[in-house]
C-alpha cells in the first residue's frame, strides 16, 4: 500500500518542459509585459469589479446609517465582520507560512508559489483589515485603539485582546508587505530591462530600486530575506493566536477555551493553502504555467491541507470532549446546542467540509485530479468560513441566562460587504497576475540552477544560453 | 385636469395656523407647517399636480394666486413680532430657583378619574420625571403612606423624602406632554381654525340652547371625580334644566358598584386592606396590576410577604383566572377557569363558607381547591380577604360582598365607603341613554369632555355611526381631547385638552382622598382644560387656577385659605378628604336570589376583553415607552395578540414559531354576533382552556404617528351586554401569519439555578437552604489580591419574592435616563434599550406553570468580565464599585456586551436618540447624556443621583446617608422589593439585607462578584394543594 502511494507520486520535477533560464524569463515576464490576456483575466476582473462597487456602496451606506443596518443584535454582538475577519486573516496565512517557513526549512518547491501566496496574504489582510475597522459602532474614532499620544492622555486599554489584535495584524501587514516588496525587486529589474514601452520602463526602474545585479546587491538581498524571512516566521503563529484569543480571553461558553490558539494556527494554515489552491488552479490553466506549477506542487499543498485539516478536525473533538470531561452545564449546552439547534445545520455542515470531505486527500488520485483538489480546496474555504460563523454566533446567541438567548440573522449588508470584499480581493488578485510577475523569475532561474546540478543533462544545452543569475548585467 | 375644482387659496387658514405657534417653537413650526403633510395636502388640493402650472393653460388669476401664495409662504419665515411687552432680565434669581438644581412639585395624575399622588421634577420650569408622592394614599413610599400633616423633609441635594411608588402609566405620562402629536389648534370639520372663531360658535350655540332651557344640550364626559368640574357641570344643569350629563368610561367599574347594590342596597366603594390579610383570594381580580389602587395594593400586599431571617408568617395568595395577570403569576396558587367557571367556583366557595345557595357540581379538581380555600379562608377570619375581578357579573360581586362578611372580613380587610365618583352612575346605561337620544334626534349640542367614544364605545351603540349622522345634520358636536383622535374627526370642532401638567385640576383618589392637580408648565400649544371648557359653556372665560381656587375657597373657607391651599399644593392632598368608612347592611336574600342568576358554566369558546396592559383602553397607544414596554408575562411589544392556552391551539393547529427574529403567529379570525375580527394569536402558558382573551386599546385609526395603524381593535367584538366576558364566539385559523415582537423567546431556566426557589417551611427550616446550590461560603479563589472597598460602597438587593413584575421600575429607568424607544422591527431584532428587564421564566407544565421573575439591571460586578475587554478603556470601575460607561470613548467594539454574562448593556445600533421634533428634547434629563449612534450604554445605578447627594453631602462635610440616594428603579417599585445603598454603611438597609441567609448572585460560579444580588424567592404555599 505505502509503496504504492511512493510510486503514483508525479515525476520528482519542480520545473518541467525542458525550460532554459530564457525561456523562464520570457514565459513569466511576458505575462506582464505583454497586452494578451486570456478572456478568462477579463470576465474574472469585470465580475470582480462589480464586487468592489458592492463593497463601496455597502461602505457607504454602513458610514451613513451605522452598523444597526447589519443583523446584529443582544446578545451576537458580532456576527459577519468579525467572522469575515477571522476568515481573511485565516486566508493571509498561507502566504507567509510558504514564504518564510519553508524558506527556512529549505522547501525548493516554495519557488513558485511563494510570491503568488504572499500577495493572496496582503490581500487577504487589506480585506481583513476593513471589518475591525467598519464594523465599530463609531468607525471615526477608531484610531482611539493605536497607541497614538494626545492631549488627553488616554491610552488604548492594553488588556483588551482586541489591542493586541491592532499590533498583530498591522505588524503582519507592514512585513508581509516588505517581504513581498523585496523579493520582487530582483524580478522589477530583470522587468525594467525588458520592457519596451517607456512608462513600464520608468515604473519597473523606480520599482526596482537601483538594481543592478551586482554580487553586493544579492548578498544584501539574501541577508535581507533571509532576516525577513526570520521575522516573518514567529508572526506566523503569533496573528492567528492572537485573533484567537479575542475569543479564548472572555468567558462565553465556545470562546472560553485554551485549545483555541493552536487550533486557530492550524485551521488559518488550512484555510491558506485552499486559498492557494482555489486560484493558483484556474490562473495555471489560462496563464499556461503548468511547466512551473507542476503537478507536485499542487500534490505537496494538498498533503499540507490534509494535515492541517487533521489538526483542525482534532481541535473540534478535544472542544467536544472538554464540553464533556468539564462538567459544565453552559459547556455542555453549548456543545449539544452546536449539535442540535437552530444552527446545527451550519455545524453539521462545516464537520462535512472541513473533516470528511478532505479525507480524500489521502488518495494520490484525487490529488492528481486538478479538477477534484479545485472543487475540495472551494470546499474547505466554505468550511472554514462556516467554522467561525458556528463559533461566533452558536456561542453568543445562546450563553447564560435563557431570557437573553436570541438569533442572528445577517442582512442583505452583511452579505454586501462580505462579497465586496471577495470582489475586493479578486480584483486585486488579477491585477497582480496582470501587472507584477505572478511567480518569482530570478528564483525559478535560480531553482533551476541548482536542480540542473542534480540533473545535469537536462540543461547542459541551455546553460550557456543566459547570464548566470548572479553576474552583472549593466543596463 | 379638472381644474372647475379650484377654490382660492385660503391663506386664512395659514395665517390661523400660525398663530397657533408661540414661543421657542414658533421657527421650528415654521419649517413644520411648509413641510407638514397636512399642508402639502393642502397646496396638493389647491394646485393638483396633474394640472401643472407650466404644462397646462394657466389663468392670469391662477397665476397671480400661485405668486400670491409664493409670496406668502416667503413671507412666513420673515418676522412677527415675537412679543410686543416688554421682557426685564433675571437680574436677580427668583427664590427657590437654583439653575443645574431640579425642583419637586406635587400633583396628580389620573386614570379613569382615580388620581394618583405624584411629586414632579422640573427642571428650570421643564418637568422630566415623575415620582410617586408618598403622602398620597395611592402611591405609598417604603414606610408606607406619609401623614401629610408631617412637615416636609428634604435631601440636602432637594429631593423630597417623601417618594412613593408609580405604576408604568404614571412614569410614562410624561411623555404625552411632549408628544408632538399632540393637537395644537381648534378644528372646525378637519380644517384648521382659531380659538375666536371657537368661542363665538359656542356662545351663539349655547344662546340657542338657553332658548329651550338646555333641550338638545349633552355633555358626554370620562368618569368624574374631580369635585371642581362635578360642581361646574352641575351648575350648568341648573341653567340648562333640560341637558343631560352622561359619563362613560370603557373599563369603568359598573359591575362592582351594581354588585354592591344587590348586597347592600346602595352603591360602595369597596377598598382591600391587603395589608391586614394573611390569605387572600382573588377571583379574576388583578388587584396587583389594574385599577386605581393597584401600587397602593401591591405595596399593601407586600409588607406581609417580606421574608427575613426569622420569618415565620407571611400571607398567602391565591388566585383564580381567566387570564394569566400579573397578580396571577405572584399567586402562591393558581387556577386558571374560564370567566364562566369562575361564578360556579364562587358558588361552591360560598356554600362552603356557609353561605344559603346552591351549587352547582364542580369538577374534583376545582372541588378539592373550594376545599382547601375555604378552610384556609375560614381559619383566618377577619384577616383573609376574597376580592372579584370587574370582569365578573353584578352577582359575584355580591357573593364574594357575602362571602367577606361570612368570614368576618368587613371593616377589617374590606372597608366601605361612599362613591368616589362625583356622580356614580352605570356607564354603560348612561351611554345608552345618550345613544338612544342620539337615535331619537333629541340631541343638538354634544359636548364630549375627553374620552374617545367614537373609538371604544359598545360595538352595538353604534356611537360613531350617531355622531357622524349627527354632525351631518348640522348638530354641534364639540370634543375636547390631547389629540385629534376618532371621535374627533367625527364632530363639527375639535379642541385641544391641556395635559394634566399644563392646567390645573383636582381630582380624587380610589379612597376618596382629594388632590389638586397642579400646572407643572405653561400649555405647550393653546389648549383648554375639561372644566376650562365648561366654564366656557356657562359663558365665562376663566382660566383654571381661577375656577379651582373659586371651587375650593368655598370648600375650605376663607379663613385662612391661601395657607390651606398652599398646604393642598404642596403637599398633593387635601388633608382629612378620604372618604370615611360606611356601615353597610348585608342584604343575604337579595344576594342568594341574586346567586341563582349565576349561570351555569358556559360551553363552547369563550372570549375575554381585557384593558392591554400598557396601552390600557387605548388612551396610551400613542406612548412611545407603553408601547414599547414588554407587556408582563408575554413580553409582547408594539401590538396585541389573543391568547390562546397551548391545548386550544394543539387542537386547533394553531402556531408560534419563536425560532427566529420576530415570533411569527398564525392569525384567527374571530367570529362573534355577525362580527369578525382577525388578530394574531399568542400561546400562553396558563390560558384556560377554550378561552381566548382580547385584549383593548390597539386597532387605533387616529392615535398618532405611533399608535395608529397597529393591533388589532378589540372594541368591535365588545357589546354592551358582553363588556368583558362573552361566550358563543367560533375561532378560525386563517391560515395568515403575523410577525410579533417579543423581548424573551425562552422560557424556561433550562436547570439554571437563575430564581432560587422555595416554601416558607423550607425557609424556617434552614434558611440557606434555598440558594445551598448557587451560595458559596468563602468567595471563589482569585489569582490577584483582594482589592478592599473603602468609602461608599454601592450595592442593591432584590427580593425576588417581592417582584410582581409590574415593569413600573423598567418605565422609571426609561424616564430618568432618556432612554430611547426603537420600534417594533428593531424589538423584533433584540434591540430594545431598556436599561433594567424582568426576566420572565416558567416552571412546571404548559397548562399552569409557576412564573418566576427576575429584574435585571447592571448587576457592577467587583469582577465585571465587560471591562477588560475594551479596547479603549471607555467601561472601567469607579472607586465605589460601580461600572462605569464614558459614553465620549466609547467606539462601539460591542466586545463588553459580548462578554457579559448578564446581557445587560445596551448598544445604539442605529441612532435611536434622534428627535426629530424638537419639543422631544424638552423630555430630557439634563443630568444624564444623551447617548448617540454607535455607543454602548447601561445602567449606572443613577449615578447621577449619587452625584448630586454626593456634591451635597460634601458641602456638610459628612458621608451620605442611607436613603439619600434612590435609584429611579427602585424608587418606581410598588412592592420595594428593590433596595440600593451603601453596603459598607453597616446601618443601610441594603447591608442588612445582604447578610440574609437566603441571598445568592446571579452566576455565581463565574466570580463576577455582582454588586447587584437577590433575596431568594420564598412561596407560602398550601400544604393541602401543594404536591397534587
Redesign the interface.
Known sequence: MQQEIVRTEPAGRLIEGGHTYESITHKIGSVVLSYKHPRAWYIVTAIAAVGVFTLITSIAWLLLRGVGIWGINQPVGWGFAIINFVWWIGIGHAGTLISAILLLLRQQWRTSINRFAEAMTIFAVMCAGMFPLLHVGRPWVAYWLLPIPNWTSAWPQFRSPLIWDVFAVTTYFTVSLLFWFTGLIPDFATLRDRAKKRIAQVIFGVLAMGWRNSAKHWHRYDAAYLLLAGLSTPLVVSVHSIVSLDFAVSLIPGWHTTIFPPYFVAGAIYSGFAMVLTLVIPIRAWYKMQDFLTMKHLDWMAKIMLATGLIVFYGYIMEMFTAFYSANQYEQYLAANRFFGPYAPYFWALLICNGLIPQVLWSPKVRQNVALLFIIALIVNVGMWLERFVIVVTSLHRDFLPSSWGMYYPTVWDWGLYLGTIGFFTFMMFLFVRFVPMISIFEMRDLLHQTDRHHPAAATTTAAATPVAHTEVTP | MDNKQHQPLNLEEIRKRLAQARGQQYWRSLEEIAESEEFQQILEKEFPRQSSPLGAFLHRRQFLKLMGASLALAGLTSCRPLSMRKIVPQVQQPEEMIPGKPLYFASAFSIGGYARGVLVESHEGRPTKIEGNAKHPASPGPGGVVNPQAPAQLNPDGTPKHIGATDAFTQASILTLYDPDRSQSPMYQGQLSAWTDFNAALAAEMAKQAAVRGAGLRILTENVTSPTLAALIQELLKKYPQAKWHQYEPTHNDNALEGAKIAFGTPVNTIYRFDRADVILSLDGDFLYSGPASVRYAHDYATRRQVRYGTTQMNRLYVVESTPTVTGSAADHRLPLRPSQIGAFALALAKAVGLPVSAPQLPAEQQRWVDAVARDLQAHRSRCVVVVGESQPPEIHALVHAINHALGNAGQTVVYTQPVEANPVNHIESLRDLVQDMAAGKVETLIILGGNPAYNAPADMEFARLLKELTQRNGFTVHLSQYEDETSALCLWHIPESHYLETWGDSRAFDGTVSIVQPLIEPLYPSRSAIELVDNLLGRQRNSYDIVQAYWSKQLGTANFQKAWRKALHDGVIAGTALPPRPVKMRLDAVASAAQKVSAPAEGLEIVLAPDPTVWDGRFANNGWLQELPKPLSHLTWDNAAFVSPATAQKMGLQMDT???ANIVDVVELRYRGEKLRAPVWIMPGQPDDCVTLFLGYGRTRAGKVGTGIGYNAYKVRFSDALWTASGATLVKTGERYPLAST?????????D?VHVGTLDEFRKDPKHLVKAAAHEEPLPTMYPEHTWEGNAWAMVIDTSLCIGCNACVTACQAENNIPIVGKE?VA????MHWI?I???YEGGLDNPSTHL?P?PCMQCENA?CE??????ATNHSEEGLNQMVYN???????C???C???V???????YNDPKEPVLQLLNNPDVTVR?????EKCTYCVQRINAARIEAKKLGREIQDGEVITACQAACPTHAIIFGNMNDRQSLVAQLRQQPHRYS??EE?NTRPRTTYLAKVRNPNPELEGA
Do not use: A, I, W
Not at chain 2, 829 to 832: I, K, L, T, V
Not at chain 2, 868 to 873: D, F, L, Q, S, T
Open positions: 425560532g427566529g427574529l424573551q423567546q425562552h422560557h424556561s431556566m433550562h436547570g439554571r437563575l428593531q431584532r433584540g434591540r430594545e428587564r426576566d420572565r421564566y427576575l435585571v468580565p477588560p475587554v475594551c479596547p479603549v478603556g470613548r466609547c467606539v462601539g467594539t460591542r466586545y456586551s459580548n462578554n454574562p448578564y446581557k448593556r445596551r448598544f445604539n445600533f442605529l441612532k448617540g449612534r454607535g455607543v454602548m446571579l452566576l463565574l
